[in-house]
């Protein structure tokens, strides 16, 4: 996105602040300040990427705050609110992520628990607009005040559901609770507000979603000569039981004329962590799917990776599974239920070589999901 900005003639740019990946800011102009925090917990890094952000929309008032925003933004661009610091924000989002809960509720906590997210960074410009790729798929698609926790868009959730999300979780630090408590009491300030007059001039624009992957998959699926079936219905909810769903629509898509026959999906899982193990959404996604897709036929394959090339604290975006995945499993002495129960998907795969590794890809729409059948 940065590096599309830094393309278009108009753009005339007096400062500029990227904070993205690594390799991030290879081609990008020299003046810009390029930073690369960690994901999906904030560093250091993000704390300054975060502060940053502040000055440069503060400095912004006499012209315009453009903001390129994606997924990831919530870990990579981080302002502590006061009393709160970057390891609490580590803590309660850990907390969270392991707990399985969706992102919708993450952000809730992580935008009352911030300076920047919230609407908060619009508020210290005067004007701005924001182009954004959205990982957000449920309740509300593509939801402005969600993705990236929302830092230019108001926000409509309370520091009351931020204390209730976060009670329902174990190893929130004391620091945490602290301050949703006293913002539910009306001690602290709430995040900005849908009508906020601060916000009267700040506009969002949606640029690309899981949709975009999706018609791009499909695309070249028919252009090989695939029939495709895209499921509609957004993938979500626990990992290993969104594989089971997913299954079932590519079973009935199967029943269908034309063959091969290529099945598309997308959107975000969760995974309650129980275990120990090494792993991701679209691995342990992959992982359920294998014991069943030996029904579909002998000559299938399927693929769950995130758009990002990043899959849960991984390396890997993902990985492939086809029906032959448990017999060699067993040959090489791995145990798939064993690696299931305990949330240790990534060396059950890399035991295959089968994990998806592409390196970061510069964007992030969620996870898409695809079947191949001969």
Same mark, same amino acid.
């Given at each position: 996105?940065?590096?599309?900005?830094?393309?278009?003639?108009?753009?005339?740019?007096?400062?500029?602040?990227?904070?993205?990946?690594?390799?991030?800011?290879?081609?990008?102009?020299?003046?810009?300040?390029?930073? !690369?925090?960690?994901?999906?917990?904030?560093?250091?890094?993000?704390?300054?990427?975060?502060?940053?952000?502040?000055?440069?929309?503060?400095?912004?008032?006499? #012209?315009?705050?453009?903001?390129?925003?994606?997924?990831?933004?919530?870990?990579?661009?981080?302002?502590?609110?006061?009393?709160?610091?970057?390891?609490?924000?580590?803590?309660?989002?850990?907390?969270?992520?392991?707990?399985?809960?969706?992102?919708?509720?993450?952000?809730?906590?992580?935008?009352?628990?911030?300076?920047?997210?919230?609407?908060?960074?619009?508020?210290?410009?005067?004007?701005?607009?924001?182009?954004?790729?959205?990982?957000?798929?449920?309740?509300?698609?593509?939801?402005?005040?969600?993705?990236?926790?929302?830092?230019?868009?108001?926000?409509?959730?309370?520091?009351?559901?931020?204390?209730?999300?976060?009670?329902?979780?174990?190893?929130?630090?004391?620091?945490?609770?602290?301050?949703?408590?006293?913002?539910?009491?009306?001690?602290?300030?709430?995040?900005?507000?849908?009508?906020?007059?601060?916000?009267?001039?700040?506009?969002?624009?949606?640029?690309?979603?899981?949709?975009?992957?999706?018609?791009?998959?499909?695309?070249?699926?028919?252009?090989?000569?695939?029939?495709?079936?895209?499921?509609?219905?957004?993938?979500?909810?626990?990992?290993?039981?969104?594989?089971?769903?997913?299954?079932?629509?590519?079973?009935?898509?199967?029943?269908?004329? #034309?063959?091969?026959?290529?099945?598309?999906?997308?959107?975000?899982?969760?995974?309650?962590?129980?275990?120990?193990?090494?792993?991701?959404?679209?691995? !342990?996604?992959?992982?359920?799917?294998?014991?069943?897709?030996?029904?579909?036929?002998?000559?299938?394959?399927?693929?769950?990776? #995130?758009?990002?090339?990043?899959?849960?604290?991984?390396?890997?975006?993902?990985?492939?599974?086809?029906?032959?995945?448990?017999?060699?499993?067993?040959?090489?002495?791995?145990?798939?239920?064993?690696?299931?129960?305990?949330?240790?998907?990534?060396?059950?795969?890399?035991?295959?070589?089968?994990?998806?590794?592409?390196?970061?890809?510069?964007?992030?729409?969620?996870?898409?999901?695809?079947?191949?059948?001969?």
């Amino acid at each position: 996105m940065a590096l599309a900005f830094a393309q278009v003639p108009s753009a005339r740019v007096a400062r500029a602040l990227v904070a993205g990946p690594g390799g991030t800011g290879a081609s990008l102009p020299r003046a810009w300040q390029v930073l !690369e925090p960690a994901h999906p917990f904030p560093d250091r890094a993000a704390v300054e990427a975060g502060q940053n952000a502040l000055r440069l929309a503060r400095a912004s008032r006499d #012209g315009w705050l453009a903001v390129l925003l994606s997924g990831g933004a919530s870990s990579m661009v981080c302002a502590p609110a006061e009393g709160v610091t970057v390891e609490d924000k580590v803590a309660v989002s850990r907390a969270l992520m392991d707990a399985g809960a969706p992102i919708d509720a993450l952000n809730c906590v992580r935008k009352h628990l911030s300076a920047v997210k919230g609407g908060q960074l619009a508020a210290a410009a005067a004007r701005s607009l924001t182009l954004a790729i959205s990982d957000v798929h449920h309740p509300i698609p593509d939801d402005p005040s969600t993705i990236g926790s929302g830092p230019t868009a108001p926000d409509p959730t309370t520091f009351g559901q931020a204390l209730e999300i976060a009670a329902r979780v174990n190893g929130v630090p004391p620091a945490v609770m602290r301050r949703l408590e006293r913002g539910a009491g009306g001690e602290v300030h709430e995040t900005v507000k849908p009508g906020d007059p601060r916000l009267e001039q700040a506009r969002v624009v949606v640029i690309g979603n899981r949709r975009t992957a999706l018609d791009g998959a499909a695309r070249r699926a028919e252009t090989i000569g695939y029939r495709v079936a895209v499921i509609a219905d957004v993938t979500r909810g626990e990992a290993r039981d969104a594989a089971g769903l997913f299954l079932a629509r590519a079973e009935q898509a199967a029943r269908g004329p #034309g063959r091969p026959l290529c099945v598309l999906a997308a959107g975000e899982t969760t995974v309650h962590v129980t275990g120990t193990g090494k792993g991701g959404r679209n691995q !342990e996604f992959a992982l359920a799917a294998s014991p069943d897709l030996p029904s579909l036929g002998r000559a299938v394959v399927l693929a769950s990776a #995130g758009t990002d090339g990043r899959d849960g604290p991984t390396d890997a975006a993902g990985a492939i599974v086809d029906s032959t995945t448990l017999e060699r499993a067993n040959r090489a002495g791995l145990d798939w239920k064993q690696a299931l129960a305990d949330n240790d998907a990534y060396p059950f795969f890399a035991g295959l070589g089968d994990l998806i590794i592409s390196g970061p890809t510069g964007t992030n729409v969620g996870d898409l999901q695809v079947l191949l059948l001969a």
